[in-house]
């Protein structure tokens, strides 16, 4: 019997018997450096932190080039702290599922402790107050999504929270990034000790987002404390682009850990729907470029395979990897998997139509007008997407999960690549195939049909009830009935990145949606036909 935790990893032996590889480094030695001399606290401690983070860090104390770990905190959803963390000592296990259908096996001990960010709870507070008094704190590192940076609602109001906390101060806020600033403010009034506040969320300009939220309280709450926020001399706010593919606690992973002796590998779905487990499966591709301002030093990362350069380069990284080498891919997948009844990506890679639409997408519409970042190859990139990543059989990622959010990602993933095509004189927007085709392939997944005609789940999404009641009566199989029904949404360039009238594009997208709606098997024919 394998069990994870202190006690059960004393029997170092029986681990290794089942093939898995242990911390190598002083892991009691660790944790009361890092609590004496803390260098990075984390928040946001789901399943990327640990598969990817936490790894990098562990390699490092294996090789003796670091002795402190991460401390992690968790905001929005205390039970994963509660149930995940601490029942397991702060360990977790790691399988990394490779293409060849090797399975890897990590356990990593490197987070020297589990915080709550609660400010009604004095102990945890104080906690964390004290870890950012403490002059040797390097960075606070973040994925929290996109959506844990925002103070307002999707009718750009002021949350209810934050407001209260703006006009309140920094004693007790309640919003999460109110939570964030009030311990950053510590830090101000313990002498304006320097710190990176770093953004390691999978969208663009992420330090910019953090920066905004930020100093949104500092000016609410102190003049000198604004001005510590804005120097960067004091605090910087670091861009990164990061990519790795970390799904949710997978059936399949858990009974193989299970057939090897480990006990208490159930999954918990929490009171707020997070899936928890003591494991985490992911790809082995990974990927963070991290812009490298750091006022009061850094851990040498670059040693676990972290690319450190200028913010300039980040961008380019980012713009790469969203507009051309991954995103735009994921998308297509996701929108054509779900209407042709797929349930995982890998699968939709067997598939001879989805393939060719997602080279023509990447390799023939979008490399040639994307920017090359100098720190990694765009087409080396995409070939290792295209080749490895996504056909990966042991990933266990789905079309239904890509596909949440769309109306958030489609001005990004295709509409950059449209503005490049009609700034270049040489290039012509209406030459474009396969993004006006996932264009009108989302149009077609949004009317909650498969392409049988069967009803389908549409995944959740911030816009959907407004992109629903546009498409309101369109009928499948009575293609006519789209007339007159999209140009409003077509010349929507905030939705789409840029008007697609303008680009000379509404046509053909209105005409691709009519084709996908002649009746079952009409999606798959439009693609066999367009591509």
């Not at 983070?53 to 959803?77: H, N, P, S, W, Y």
């Not at 995409?382 to 080749?387: A, E």
């Not at 927007?429 to 149009?443: Q, Y």
Request: proline share 6%; net charge negative.
């Amino acid at each position: 019997m394998l069990v994870l935790n202190e006690s059960g990893l004393k029997d170092r032996a029986a681990w290794k018997e089942k093939g898995y590889a242990l911390p190598a480094f002083d892991r009691a030695a660790m944790i009361e450096n890092t609590l004496k001399s803390p260098r990075w606290v984390h928040f946001g401690a789901g399943n990327i932190f640990r598969a990817f983070q936490c790894c990098a860090v562990q390699r490092l104390l294996d090789r003796g080039v670091m002795d402190t770990g991460i401390i992690a905190v968790e905001g929005f959803d205390y039970e994963i702290i509660e149930k995940g963390y601490r029942p397991n000592d702060n360990y977790t296990l790691l399988v990394t599922l490779h293409a060849d259908g090797s399975v890897g096996k990590t356990v990593i001990g490197s987070i020297a402790a589990s915080c709550i960010l609660d400010s009604e709870n004095e102990a945890e507070f104080s906690r964390l107050k004290a870890i950012f008094e403490n002059p040797s704190l390097q960075m606070a590192s973040f994925t929290i999504t996109e959506k844990g940076y925002s103070l307002v609602n999707g009718q750009g109001e002021t949350l209810p929270a934050v407001e209260a906390d703006m006009k309140n101060g920094p004693d007790k806020p309640q919003s999460y990034i109110g939570k964030v600033a009030a311990l950053l403010y510590r830090r101000y009034l313990s002498g304006a000790q320097p710190i990176a506040m770093v953004s390691m969320d999978n969208c663009s300009h992420n330090g910019e987002k953090l920066f905004a939220a930020v100093s949104a309280f500092a000016d609410a709450w102190d003049r000198g404390f604004a001005a510590y926020v804005r120097d960067p001399e004091k605090v910087t706010f670091p861009w990164t682009m990061i990519d790795k593919i970390t799904p949710r606690p997978d059936a399949t992973v858990e009974s193989m850990l299970k057939a090897d002796g480990l006990k208490n590998l159930a999954s918990v779905i929490t009171s707020k729907h997070t899936y928890i487990a003591p494991f985490v499966n992911a790809e082995e591709s990974e990927y963070l470029v991290v812009e490298d301002a750091f006022p009061n030093g850094r851990p040498p990362l670059e040693q676990a395979g972290l690319i450190f350069t200028d913010r300039e380069t980040v961008n380019r990284v980012e713009r790469m990897k969203v507009t051309t080498c991954l995103n735009p891919l994921h998308t297509a997948l996701a929108v054509f998997g779900c209407l042709l009844k797929y349930e995982r990506i890998s699968d939709e890679m067997r598939d001879d139509d989805l393939v060719r639409l997602i080279h023509k997408i990447g390799y023939d519409e979008g490399l040639p007008v994307v920017t090359d970042p100098g720190v990694i190859d765009p087409r080396e990139f995409i070939d290792t997407v295209v080749y490895t990543r996504l056909p990966n059989p042991f990933m266990p990622d789905t079309p239904q999960r890509i596909a949440c959010d769309t109306s958030q990602k489609v001005s990004i993933r295709f509409g950059e690549t449209i503005k490049a095509y009609m700034a270049d004189p040489e290039r012509d927007p209406e030459d474009l195939t396969a993004i006006p085709l996932v264009l009108a392939g989302w149009l077609r997944y949004l009317l909650g049909k498969d392409d049988t005609g069967a009803d389908m789940p549409v995944s959740p999404d911030p816009l959907l009830d407004q992109l629903q009641g546009a498409l309101n009566g369109i009928v499948l199989g009575e293609p006519d009935t789209a007339d007159g029904k999209l140009s409003d949404l077509l010349s929507d360039a905030k939705l789409f990145g840029v008007s697609l009238t303008e680009a000379g594009l509404a046509d053909k997208v209105t005409d691709l949606f009519k084709a996908m709606l002649a009746g079952p098997g009409a999606v798959r024919s439009t693609i066999q036909n367009n591509i």
